[in-house]
């Protein structure tokens, strides 16, 4: 009995004891937590890659669409050329892009000259480093992108800023926006005409360049600013009201009337520079002109507009900037006033307006 008493005590005090040690608790919990927390980490890491891969994707697939959907309303015959260019075009997005891997392919296209309407699938494979221990290696990642075209004229002015607050990397992601545009609605292969593209920069002025002679109030300067009078929100003919002239800084380019080669439009694009203040107004009124069929005495044959509201045609007028307009030279009236009065007048003529900001302010995006 006395052993048994013996035994029973001694085991009791063993567990108490087990109990108060707290020796090695730390280490032991923090063994067992560590493992969860680091591979959650792990496993967020790898979704933000799949995240930034799957963005990359769609953005390429995306310009891919578009292009060939251009591509086809210009006329290209939809063939095993048409669809290896488009192959190649969603390629050139995505090779070298970080997170992107090599496997990234089409998995199918299709594209309608009938109903105009383009589709496309992309997938990739994207292997995970640490839900691979949770038992997935790789994660398959699918995108698909879709549109329809129009076999309508496009008419399209691009106003770039290039002011001096557009320096550093502004003005690289305005360059870069502004030669994708040209790269989808322009295809190289483009001869026909259908899609034409107008450059408008600013800054203090507008270069007004071999035009300035048949605008200008003073032909010696080639940078012109607004006109004054009764027809100063217009899209007059010059001879109705000639632009004003200024001797002040104004960019580098010169305004380019519609085109349809993207040689010339991508070679003006390459040389802008940013400098000189923000008379928005102005590029505003220009993206107008090159638009306008009144202006036609004024453009190239190649370069003149269409009348408005034509059946089978439309007119785009799209601003990229990134502020406030602040400078303008009539009496009475700001940049900002001044720019609204003209886009009123080229929504009256079925212009479509589009604004394209960058790091824009609050007030400058109302």
Not at 97 to 111: D, K, Q
Not at 121 to 130: D, G, L, N, R
Request: net charge positive; aromatic share 8%; with cysteine.
């Amino acid at each position: 009995m006395n052993i048994t008493t013996n035994i029973s005590s001694a085991l009791r005090t063993a567990c108490s004891s087990f109990r108060r040690d707290e020796r090695g608790t730390f280490a032991t919990i923090f063994g067992v937590t560590a493992v969860a927390v680091f591979l959650s980490a792990g496993v967020a890491l790898d979704y933000t890659r799949l995240v930034q891969s799957k963005s990359v994707i769609n953005s390429a697939l995306d310009a891919a669409v578009l292009s060939a959907g251009n591509r086809m309303a210009q006329g290209e015959p939809v063939n095993a050329n048409f669809r290896k260019d488009f192959e190649n075009f969603f390629l050139a997005n995505v090779e070298g892009r970080f997170g992107v891997p090599s496997n990234a392919h089409i998995t199918s296209f299709t594209a309608d000259p009938s109903s105009g309407k383009v589709s496309a699938t992309a997938s990739a494979e994207i292997t995970m480093a640490f839900m691979g221990i949770a038992g997935s290696p790789t994660v398959t990642t699918a995108s698909t992108s879709e549109a329809v075209f129009s076999n309508d004229a496009v008419e399209v002015a691009m106003m770039l800023d290039v002011t001096g607050s557009m320096g550093g990397q502004k003005i690289a992601d305005l360059k870069e926006a502004a030669g994708d545009a040209v790269d989808i609605l322009l295809p190289i292969k483009n001869t026909s005409g259908k899609t034409r593209i107008s450059l408008v920069p600013y800054s203090s002025a507008v270069n007004a360049g071999p035009y300035a002679k048949k605008v200008s109030s003073n032909p010696s300067f080639a940078c012109v600013t607004e006109r004054g009078g009764s027809q100063k929100f217009t899209d007059a003919a010059p001879n109705s009201g000639k632009m004003g002239a200024a001797s002040t800084y104004c960019p580098g380019q010169s305004v380019v009337p519609l085109s349809y080669d993207p040689a010339v439009l991508k070679s003006t694009i390459a040389g802008f520079q940013a400098s000189g203040s923000t008379a928005g107004h102005l590029g505003v009124a220009w993206s107008y002109y090159t638009l306008s069929p009144s202006w036609k005495g004024v453009w190239p044959a190649k370069a003149k507009p269409a009348n408005y509201k034509k059946t089978n045609s439309r007119k785009i007028a799209v601003l990229m900037t990134d502020g406030e307009f602040n400078t303008a030279y009539t009496s009475g009236w700001s940049s900002s006033a001044f720019a609204e009065e003209i886009c009123k007048q080229m929504r009256k003529d079925g212009i479509t307006i589009y604004s394209v900001g960058f790091d824009a302010p609050t007030q400058a995006q109302q």
